[in-house]
C-alpha cells in the first residue's frame, strides 16, 4: 500500500504562483507513475498532468498546457506540480495520484488507471 500526502496548497491573487508537492511511502518511488487531478465544487474530478514512472513522458490538460509543469524528485520520494500564471477557475482541491510500473497505463487522464489517492490540498485563486 502505497500513502501519498499532498500540501503546498493555500490562497494566491491570479497571475501568482504556488508549487505543490506529493510526497510518497515507498521506497521504490522511481518505480510509479505519477498524476495529479483536481475537483472544483459542484464538478467532477479532472485531469491535470502525469509523469511516467521512468519520467520519460509527461501529459497535461488542454487547460495548463504551458502554465503547469509536473516533475518528480526521486531522491524524495516526491512529485511535484509548479503552477504559473494561476486563474481564478484553476481554484480547486487538487489530488495526487499514482500506479505502479507493471500496470500499463493506456488513458493518462483517467481516473481508473491509478490505484493510489491522496487526501488531496486545497488551491484558491482570487480574482
Known amino acids: 500500500q502505497v500513502q501519498l500526502v499532498e500540501s503546498g496548497g493555500g490562497l494566491v491573487q491570479a497571475g501568482g504562483s504556488l508549487r505543490l508537492s506529493c510526497a510518497t511511502s515507498?521506497?521504490?518511488?522511481?518505480?510509479?507513475?505519477m498524476g495529479w487531478f483536481r475537483q472544483a465544487p459542484g464538478k467532477e474530478r479532472e485531469f491535470v498532468a502525469a509523469?511516467?514512472?521512468?519520467?520519460?513522458?509527461?501529459y497535461y490538460a488542454d487547460s495548463v498546457k504551458g502554465r503547469f509543469t509536473i516533475s518528480r524528485g526521486n531522491a524524495k520520494n516526491t512529485v511535484y506540480l509548479q503552477m504559473n500564471s494561476l486563474k481564478p477557475e484553476d481554484t480547486a482541491v487538487y489530488y495526487c495520484a499514482a500506479q505502479g510500473q507493471y500496470y500499463r497505463i493506456t488513458a493518462w487522464g483517467s481516473e481508473r488507471e491509478y490505484a493510489y489517492w491522496g487526501q488531496g490540498t486545497q488551491v484558491t485563486v482570487s480574482s
Open positions: 515507498t521506497r521504490t518511488f522511481d518505480s510509479y507513475s
Open positions: 509523469i511516467s514512472w521512468h519520467a520519460g513522458s509527461t
